[in-house]
């Protein structure tokens, strides 16, 4: 059965970190750009980083430059997800994604996503 499965999320006051996981099953993460989406209510699921396939380029959103770091452990088949110097406004479900592409880029383009987790919780607050 193939799954991605998040996990690290939990409540952190502002300027804390936290590290998000994305463990795949049934698959393998080689060949797959994966993505990390976050979503609030009554908003829309925006991208936060991705990185890709071949070389582990990454790409993050503007609001995330400098404080989020992804990457990826493929003997682990395992995704991370490092966020440093967190804010309120960080607070979401994120969620890790897999499409299989075997090149340098990744996009946030969500609907070419093949593969979702259910979402872990983060949230920042004091």
């Known amino acids: 059965q193939v799954q991605l499965v998040e996990s690290g999320g939990g409540l952190v006051q502002p300027g804390g970190s936290l590290r998000l996981s994305c463990a795949a099953s049934?698959?393998?993460?080689?060949?797959?750009?994966i993505g990390w989406f976050r979503q609030v209510p009554g908003k829309e699921r925006e991208g936060v980083s991705c990185?890709?396939?071949?070389?582990?380029?990454?790409n993050y959103g503007d609001s995330v430059k400098g404080r989020f770091t992804i990457s990826r452990d493929n003997a682990k088949n395992t995704v991370y997800l490092q966020m440093n110097n967190l804010k309120p406004e960080d607070t979401g479900v994120y969620y890790c994604?897999?499409?299989?592409?075997?090149?340098?880029?990744?996009?946030?383009?969500?609907?070419?996503?093949?593969?979702w987790g259910r979402g872990t919780q983060v949230t920042v607050s004091s």
């Open positions: 049934g698959f393998t993460l080689d060949g797959y750009a």
């Open positions: 990185i890709s396939s071949r070389d582990g380029t990454t």
């Open positions: 994604a897999a499409v299989y592409r075997r090149s340098s880029e990744c996009s946030f383009y969500r609907y070419e996503y093949v593969y």
